[in-house]
C-alpha cells in the first residue's frame, strides 16, 4: 500500500505478534463532572473502564451530549477527570504537570478534529509540519512532504487551508496527526464536517492508513456505518458505556 514507505517506523514499532501487543489505553473508574449552578455538580462521565491494545481500532459511539467529546478530550489530555484513572502507555497522564503532559501528547497522541483546526495563516506543508517544529524536528519538514504526498496532496503542499477543499483540509488534518507517528490516535467526528461520497473517501484513507500501519486508533462518531468499520464498538448512554 502507498503508506508503507512512509511509516516504516511505525510498523516496526507497532507490527508484532499477537502476544506481544502492549496496552496502549487504559481507563479504570473514570467520572468528570463540572459546575451546575442548580445542582452544584452535573456528572458528565460516570465510572468508565476501558482497555485498548496495541493496534485496535475502537469506535465510541452514542448521541449528541452523551459524554464523548469529553472523554475525547480526557484521552487527549486536554481536560482532566475528577477522578479515576487514565493510563497511555503505562504512564497516567492525570499527574503529569502541564509541560510534561504537553510534551507527551507531542510525542504519543495524534488527534484528527472534527472542525480540521488547520492554521489559516500557514500552509498545508506548515499545518503539518508545525508540531514537528514545535519540539526541534530537524527532519519536519521532508517528514511533513511525505506525510502530504501520502495522503494524496503533495501538489497542494503552498496552499493555505481557504484555498482547500473540506475533504483536502481534513486529509492535511490526518497527515498533521500522523506526522509524529504517535501512539495512539484519536478521531473526533473525523467525517462529520463532510458530504456523504468525501467522508467516505476520507474514512478509507484513514482506515487505510491504521490497517496498514498497525497504529492504535479511536475514534468518536454517531456514524454507526464509520464505526462498524473499527474492530470493537462501545456505546456511550448518559455518561456509561453500555
Excluded: W
Excluded at 452523551?66 to 481536560?79: E, F, P, R, V
Amino acid at each position: 500500500m502507498i503508506f508503507v514507505n512512509l511509516y516504516n517506523e511505525i510498523l516496526i514499532k507497532f507490527s508484532k505478534n499477537i502476544q506481544d501487543k502492549i496496552m496502549i489505553l487504559e481507563i479504570s473508574g473514570l467520572y468528570k463532572s463540572f459546575p451546575h449552578a442548580g445542582t452544584g455538580q452535573i456528572e458528565v462521565l460516570k465510572n468508565l473502564n476501558l482497555e485498548v491494545q496495541e493496534g485496535e481500532t475502537v469506535a465510541v459511539v452514542g448521541q449528541s451530549g452523551s459524554g464523548k467529546s469529553t472523554l475525547l478530550s480526557l484521552l487527549a489530555g486536554l481536560d482532566r477527570q475528577t477522578y479515576g484513572s487514565l493510563r497511555l502507555r503505562d504512564q497516567q497522564i492525570s499527574e503529569m504537570s502541564e509541560a510534561k503532559l504537553t510534551q507527551f501528547r507531542a510525542e504519543n497522541i495524534g488527534i484528527i478534529f472534527q472542525q480540521f483546526y488547520l492554521m489559516p495563516h500557514l500552509t498545508a506543508l506548515e499545518n503539518v509540519s508545525l508540531p514537528l517544529e514545535m519540539f526541534g524536528h530537524e527532519d519536519s519538514q521532508v517528514r511533513a512532504q511525505e506525510a502530504l504526498q501520502h495522503v494524496g496532496l503533495a501538489e497542494r503542499e503552498k496552499h493555505f487551508p481557504h484555498q482547500l477543499s473540506g475533504g483536502e483540509s481534513q486529509r492535511v488534518a490526518i497527515a498533521r496527526a500522523v506526522v509524529i507517528r504517535p501512539s495512539i490516535l484519536l478521531a473526533d467526528e473525523p467525517t462529520g464536517n463532510l458530504d456523504n461520497a468525501t467522508g467516505v473517501q476520507v474514512a478509507n484513507l484513514l482506515f487505510d492508513l491504521v490497517n496498514t500501519t498497525g497504529m492504535t486508533l479511536l475514534l468518536v462518531t454517531h456514524n454507526t456505518e464509520l464505526a462498524q468499520r473499527c474492530s470493537r464498538q462501545l456505546t456511550l448512554y448518559s455518561g456509561t458505556f453500555q
